[in-house]
């Protein structure tokens, strides 16, 4: 006992001394699982995580709820929103119905495009000193400069007036950003993309396939001089991408020669894709995680899937389809237009007359037209089969530009006039099996509406071609606002940023 | 002596014990008016001979009120002392130590055991709501097992407004704190002023709430043991439409939009389902059992307990109910005259079902709500059952085979909550929770004392559950089965060494606290598993022992960041006779979340008190016997922010893919800017009170604050052109809290009848007082479906003050639209039609727009209240408890406003309908184009005010001749209602609503109507 009594005293000045000893230090907890900015851009393994990250947001066009082919799509006169009722998705419900407004546009059209201007801003300032291989830096800069090009032609294609950042912005200045002219922005892109066109490869090796070569920065520079009405510049960009029609051009791209086998799923990266999105289903993305930068699923396919398919007839050769959220309802006139094109199997899947013959049934869901996008639809027998979410994992990847598009945009940029854009128009019918029809603008544009169908593409043709207004005016398009979406609410508080006019 | 013959003599025999049955050692007893007196022994046993009929024995023990028996005869006595609450002599933890509260500066408010004894809450939260004044205390939901929201003075900041609980020394989050027994609380004190919270330093500025737990006392052996069972249900049910009214409204919208009739035989319908009735249950049961063992001698003391609770819950029970089995052991021992140690050990497991509450995006109570009342629960017509729908989909169905149904009305996130029910049940989470502590305390000398103690808390949790294939609807499908498992655990400690020396030097009595702290959480990790696609349909055939291919597996694992603290503090007190008060404190707190520029801050307080009842120059009267004035300012702070705030990190999963075989890339980038300059937020409060004994039967306490807060730390809301994938933290705002907080008690006895009623009110003023230059407001605290955001965080105005469209009743007719312009003479809202909401144009610009919305109140109350009447008579105890808030703001977001087919309360019956039928219930649409139900307007909102009978409690303690003949020492009885009513013109279910931003209806789980009934003896 008495022993005790003193030991104890001892013991606890022994932790006293131990702990002021090592005091500073022992609050020093070092992050893992992450690494500081400051250690981080260092060598080459880095540089590649920096661009995938960069490459993330490619997925826009046609992963997670807000994409954009579903957006543009509803907005257009070949589709309604649909879904699952009238408020199933507010942003993408009001879009197609032009009463979309500063607090119902999804955020994310915004925002997820500027977090591609972001991360590829950070290689572009990171990577002339990261130590590695003085060539691949070259082509990772060319690249995050295209996708940079690439992200800013959507902003100011949906927003127009958006605030140009070429670097990383800092703290001190984030709230005094102010917007650029649609021109400084157009010409910081045809910048962007004139450098990567330099650097880049013609063609990659295909565990390559995805990353951005010289044809498909060709031929986003473009269509981004189309749409400033530079057609010449535009002309002589796609024929670059383009050759000889019909036959396989300097890059490599050849049309299919079936139509189908552009939406076969596992026909990935073939010789018509040019700019293509990647997905997969390896990801085995669950609803904890869906919707996030790990999510590589294609959501287009569940969306535009028919409400509960059964197939009341297993004898018959129609396929299983899978049960999907019903948005993109075809429109009678687009279906009718289709109706005796070679593209219609492709392109529609006709249920509103196959549930008439009493062969399936499917819940109808809103906006019900009976007409579903079949170049998205999945079947059951395409659903990924490993673990998360069947909805999440779909792995068909989307065009965001295919050769068929390009040689019908030479040919509008060439003004729909001469032997060239005649070949074009020409070339693309008779991938189908479809005579020559005299080439114009507004065959042309009759064509990529068959041909294009449910891709998102329609919506920028009636703009381009300034046919908004009328097309549209049944829904309520007002001319001189619809053009362009309202700069969502958020962005406008406590910072510089001008609403769009009349929104 | 010649008086002593005449008159006859008895002696008397007898046992004094405390209210628990505790026998109570050394109570003084002495005939009035003589010096005859005799002492308790170990057992509360006395004797005392000499006492004639009719004389009176006085019993008095420190810390218990005196008490008075006639001795009327021979028989033995047993006396029964109550703790004396009005005594001024009582003893307060301070944190570190205790003072008497005569001498205490700050504001402390205490919760003793007494006043929760035989109470049925299962959690210390639901034992503090409405006893102390300046806490407000919401329940997050009714479900078992439901934590509460806990605000100590108001909102102290923006983020984590979680006070500190530290348990016997030791810090518990406030996410662990159900893990005690409440019949295990010795006391509860809330700190509630910067002067006596400094000693807390960095982590105090949210309040801080100490609980004791019981230790054993010298004496004999007590076993006790506690029980109740009782049932519970709804309290209330709203009124939702029949499915005939239901069909009629349906139509109604549809043809104002120019679309046809919905339903035509609208009678056929009949009332159809309430959902309600599906989910609720009304005899949900609810039970405990509690036993303890305690005593000691004069070298250990123990306290020993097992605590079981099993509560059902009122809604859809098979999957709402919650399970706690508690052990605490807690003991000192006498090493030697110098050296004590001792331990507290508490355990808990406990086992919880839930459903999704307080969601408008599904959950069964949001489903019940919402759902049609036509589509039938379960599915009987053979004809429907053997459509496609039933037949070719994987539904859900009863134990009789027949399906559930499936609405063909209302879909979305609503699903037929009994369907929903088979598809989680059996799945449920668990927990297993370790806290304890061991001390060591050294006296070498008189008046001081070294104390260091080890404390340590160790959790671990988990969850299981399979989810089988099922459609509950068309976008409700799951089309593999899965089995789940997920194990975590957390483990801190810390190590406290105090030294403190106490002395009185005549009339100087000053004591001197020296101590320094090191503390470590978050030393944490988990895993879990999934597997998908297992031969099996159902959970008890599901097993992990199944082989399933690679691609069918996912798992995940983390690892958690440590928290840590040192801190050194020291306090001093002094007081001169008792009569001048002085109290100081600092505290140093190193913090790992900080950056290195600002790691350490300091905390400082100082409080004095002048107890001016003591001076020579106050009367002695009845009016006002005791008086204390006190004062006190002080810092403190707070760390509750997230790890790493001031770095700036580069954080992976930003993946893509490439090459034909989808192979998927790991792409890594910035999180957040990063902000270097991260510093302590700091809360300075400054209080005033006193306290008075007044009229010799009130006990007085007031307290007036001032609480301001600076720097507060916060995510920065950064623009979306930034691009950044998250916020980074920043010193973005400030605060004022200010407010009024009135304790009172009232004891009085006559004769054998006590009373004593305790009642508390308090007012609270919040105001931000800054958001950084240049911003107006912060949102996104509260959206609201597609409303987006109803609530902002703007300067000069109450923190998450409702901010939304005003209305000023409803278009009769289309006079009143023309006729309403603006000064230009424009017709405000030209496109409005009659029955359509008149907005309020508050910035007068001629047209109504997103500028037009203002503040409509808030969802913090301003006043809260609580009141406690005891009664007693003999052997019978009656207990009255009410509490409530007023002046607060709910928002009634009950109905899914953008299903146009959900269903709705019969205030909709009251809707109008042309000119002079309504003028505050518009007109219905589904198109909807004023925005009258799309907007969020005042229409929302509903008074917040209400009083609840939350506990009314009847008990009859047998007389002790009875229960010794069953060897016990006292046997009580009771018979409890809780929530018996609440008295509230709020129209959901329950107007006390929980949460970060309180007073969002979104479909709350109501606290449950409760019958008990229950049983306390002692042996």
């Not at chain 2, 348990?167 to 159900?178: A, E, F, L, Q, R």
Request: hydrophobic share 35%; proline share 3%.
């Amino acid at each position: 006992m008495k022993l005790k009594k003193y030991k104890l005293p001892v013991l606890a000045v022994a932790m006293l001394a131990t702990i002021f000893s090592c005091s500073e230090d022992y609050l020093e907890v070092t992050p893992t699982g992450t690494f500081l900015t400051g250690n981080y851009y260092t060598n080459e393994t880095e540089a590649f995580a920096g661009l995938v990250a960069a490459y993330d947001y490619l997925r826009k066009n046609s992963g997670t709820f807000e994409n954009m082919i579903t957006m543009m799509n509803a907005g257009s006169d070949d589709h309604y929103a649909g879904g699952g009722t009238s408020t199933d998705g507010a942003g993408i419900q009001s879009f197609s119905k032009y009463t979309l407004n500063s607090i119902e546009i999804p955020d994310s059209f915004w925002s997820d495009h500027f977090k591609g201007v972001y991360r590829a801003n950070i290689m572009i300032q990171k990577l002339p000193d990261i130590s590695m291989d003085e060539s691949l830096k070259a082509r990772y800069m060319a690249e995050s400069k295209a996708l940079r090009a690439y992200y800013y032609f959507n902003l100011v294609r949906l927003f127009e007036n958006v605030p140009l950042l070429t670097e990383p912005v800092s703290t001190a200045d984030m709230y005094n950003v102010v917007q650029a002219s649609s021109e400084e922005v157009y010409a910081q892109i045809e910048l962007d993309l004139l450098d990567a066109i330099d650097v880049l490869p013609s063609t990659v090796v295909s565990s390559e396939y995805g990353r951005i070569t010289k044809g498909a920065a060709q031929a986003i520079l473009g269509k981004v001089y189309l749409e400033q009405g530079k057609n010449t510049e535009a002309a002589a960009q796609f024929a670059e991408v383009n050759g000889t029609p019909g036959s396989t051009s300097q890059y490599g791209y050849k049309l299919l020669d079936n139509f189908d086998d552009l939406w076969d799923i596992d026909n990935k990266y073939n010789s018509e894709s040019i700019f293509e999105v990647g997905h997969s289903d390896l990801a085995l993305t669950g609803w904890s995680n869906s919707y996030s930068d790990t999510d590589e699923g294609n959501l287009v396919c569940t969306m535009v899937g028919p409400r509960g398919f059964v197939d009341l007839n297993t004898t018959d050769d129609i396929p299983e389809y899978s049960s999907g959220w019903s948005f993109n309802p075809i429109l009678p006139e687009l279906y009718n237009l289709l109706k005796d094109d070679p593209r219609f199997e492709a392109t529609v899947l006709d249920l509103k007359t196959l549930s008439e013959e009493g062969k399936i049934s499917y819940t109808p869901g809103y906006q019900d037209t009976g007409y579903f996008l079949n170049k998205f639809a999945p079947l059951t027998s395409e659903e990924s089969t490993g673990a998360g979410d069947m909805w999440l994992n779909h792995r068909q990847n989307s065009y965001i530009i295919r050769l068929a598009d390009t040689y019908l945009l030479e040919a509008e940029a060439l003004g729909g006039t001469g032997t060239r854009a005649q070949a074009l128009l020409d070339a693309v019918r008779a991938r189908v099996g479809l005579a020559s029809i005299p080439v114009s603008l507004t065959n042309i544009l009759a064509e990529r509406r068959l041909e294009l169908a449910g891709e998102g593409q329609r919506w920028f043709d009636l703009r381009r071609n300034g046919t908004l207004a009328t097309k549209l005016a049944d829904r309520g398009f007002v001319a001189g606002k619809h053009e362009i979406f309202p700069i969502p609410y958020g962005e406008l508080e406590n910072t510089k940023l001008v609403q769009n006019p009349n929104y | 002596m010649g008086v002593s013959i005449m008159a006859q003599t008895y002696e008397i025999k007898g046992n004094v014990a405390d209210s628990n049955g505790m026998p109570l050692p050394g109570v003084t007893i002495v005939v009035k008016g003589t010096k005859n007196g005799a002492t308790t022994d170990f057992d509360g046993n006395f004797v005392i001979a000499n006492v004639q009929k009719g004389n009176s024995l006085v019993f008095s023990y420190v810390g218990y009120a005196t008490k008075e028996v006639v001795v009327s005869s021979a028989n033995s006595l047993t006396v029964v002392l109550a703790e004396d609450m009005q005594s001024l002599d009582e003893v307060v933890v301070v944190g570190y130590g205790t003072q008497k509260k005569s001498v205490v500066t700050g504001a402390i408010s205490s919760v003793k055991a007494e006043d929760l004894e035989g109470l049925p809450v299962e959690r210390v939260e639901q034992a503090l709501q409405g006893r102390v004044s300046g806490v407000v205390i919401a329940a997050d939901a009714g479900q078992p097992g439901s934590s509460s929201t806990v605000r100590v003075r108001g909102i102290t900041t923006i983020g984590t407004n979680d006070p500190l609980w530290v348990i016997d020394g030791v810090v518990v989050s406030s996410s662990t704190i159900g893990y005690l027994n409440q019949s295990d609380i010795q006391s509860i004190e809330v700190l509630k002023d910067a002067a006596s919270l400094a000693i807390y330093g960095a982590r105090a500025a949210a309040g801080v709430i100490l609980v004791t737990t019981k230790k054993g006392k010298q004496g004999k052996i007590n076993v006790g043991y506690s029980t109740f069972y009782g049932v519970s249900k709804a309290s209330k049910k709203l009124s939702l439409l029949n499915a005939s009214e239901y069909a009629a409204i349906m139509n109604e919208k549809s043809v104002a939009d120019g679309g046809s009739v919905v339903f035509s035989d609208i009678s056929s319908l009949g009332k159809g389902t309430d959902w309600q009735d599906v989910i609720f249950n009304d005899s949900a049961a609810r039970s405990s059992h509690e036993f303890s063992l305690s005593g000691g001698n004069e070298v250990s003391t123990f306290y020993a307990s097992f605590g079981i609770s099993d509560q059902e819950g009122i809604v859809l029970s098979d999957i709402s109910n919650f399970n706690r089995k508690s052990i605490r052991l807690n003991s000192t021992h006498k090493i030697s005259d110098y050296v004590k140690v001792g331990q507290t050990l508490g355990y808990a497991h406990k086992r919880s079902m839930g459903i999704t509450t307080n969601s408008e995006y599904g959950g069964p109570l949001s489903s019940a709500i919402n759902l049609d009342p036509i589509t039938p629960a379960v599915i009987t017509d053979p004809v429907v059952a053997n459509s496609s729908l039933y037949t070719s989909n994987a539904v859900m169905t009863d134990e009789d085979g027949n399906p559930y149904g499936i609405s063909s009305y209302v879909g979305q996130e609503m699903s037929n909550p009994l369907a929903y029910q088979e598809t989680v049940r059996g799945n449920y989470g668990w927990s297993d929770d370790v806290i304890g502590n061991v001390f060591v305390e050294i006296t070498p000398m008189e008046g001081l004392v070294f104390k260091s103690a080890v404390s340590g808390t160790m959790a671990y949790w988990g969850s299981e559950g399979f989810v089988p294939e099922y459609y509950l609807q068309s976008s409700i499908v799951n089309s593999q089965n899965y089995l789940y498992s997920s194990r975590s655990k957390s483990f801190g400690w810390n190590l406290e060494n105090t030294a403190s020396y106490s002395k009185s030097i005549g009339v100087h009595d000053f004591s001197v606290l020296l101590g320094q702290g090191v503390y470590i959480d978050g030393i944490s990790s988990g895993v879990g598993v999934t597997y998908y696609d297992l031969p099996v349909t159902t959970r008890e055939e599901a097993s992990f022992n199944f082989s399933v291919t690679d691609d069918q597996i996912t798992g995940y694992s983390w690892t958690g960041t440590e928290h840590k603290v040192i801190s050194l503090f020291s306090r001093l007190n002094y007081n001169y006779d008792e009569k001048y008060l002085f109290t100081g404190i600092i505290r140093r707190d190193g913090s790992s979340r900080f950056g290195d520029n600002n790691k350490f801050g300091f905390f400082p307080s100082f409080s004095a008190g002048w107890v001016t009842s003591k001076e020579s120059f106050w009367p002695e009267n009845d009016v006002v016997s005791k008086l204390k004035i006190r004062g006190g300012f002080g810092v403190t702070g707070n760390d509750a922010i997230g790890d790493f705030g001031y770095l700036a990190l580069v954080g992976g999963g930003r993946n893509y893919t490439f090459g034909e075989d989808g192979t998927i890339y790991t792409g890594y980038s910035p999180n957040a800017p990063d902000n270097p300059d991260l510093k302590w937020e700091e809360t300075s409060q400054t209080n005033i009170g006193f306290e008075a004994r007044v009229l010799e039967n009130f006990d007085v306490n007031f307290d007036y604050f001032i609480k301001k807060t600076s720097g507060i730390l916060q995510d920065v809301e950064i623009p979306g052109y930034v691009g950044a994938s998250g916020s980074p933290l920043g010193n973005v705002a400030d605060m004022k809290n200010s407010g009024l907080e009135f304790e009172v008690s009232y004891n009085k006895s006559w004769g054998d009848l006590n009373f004593r009623a305790s009642g508390n009110v308090s007012y609270l003023e919040n105001e931000v007082t800054n958001l950084g230059e240049g911003k107006e407001f912060i949102s996104g605290e509260a959206a609201f479906q597609s409303m987006g955001d109803v609530t902002r965080i703007q300067v000069g105005q109450s923190i998450n003050a409702f901010y939304g469209y005003q209305t000023n009743g409803i278009f009769q007719n289309i006079d009143e639209i023309n006729s309403y312009v603006s000064s230009t003479g424009t017709v405000i809202q030209p496109d409005a039609v009659p029955g359509d909401f008149k907005w309020v144009d508050n910035n007068g610009d001629g047209e109504i727009t997103d500028d037009d919305r203002t503040f409509l109140g808030t969802p913090l109350p301003k006043y809260t209240f609580g009141l406690t009447l005891n009664l007693d008579y003999k052997g019978f105890d009656f207990m009255v408890f009410t509490q409530g808030v007023a002046g607060n703001k709910i928002f009634q977001g009950l109905r899914r406003l953008d299903v146009t087919n959900a269903n709705h309360q019969t205030s909709v019956l009251q809707r109008w309908t042309g000119e002079g039928t309504s003028n505050d219930y518009p007109r219905l649409t589904n198109s909807d184009p004023n925005g009258n139900f799309g907007k969020f307007s005042d229409f929302y909102l509903e008074d917040g005010d209400f009083i609840r009978f939350k506990t009314i409690q009847l008990g009859y303690t047998l007389p002790s001749e009875i229960v010794q003949k069953i060897g016990a020492s006292k046997l009580r009885l009771y018979v409890t209602g809780e929530n018996l009513f609440t008295i509230t013109n709020y129209s959901g279910y329950d107007p006390e609503i929980g949460g970060s931003v309180m007073g969002i209806d979104r479909g709350y789980y109501p606290q449950a109507q409760s019958f008990m009934m229950g049983l306390n003896v002692q042996f």
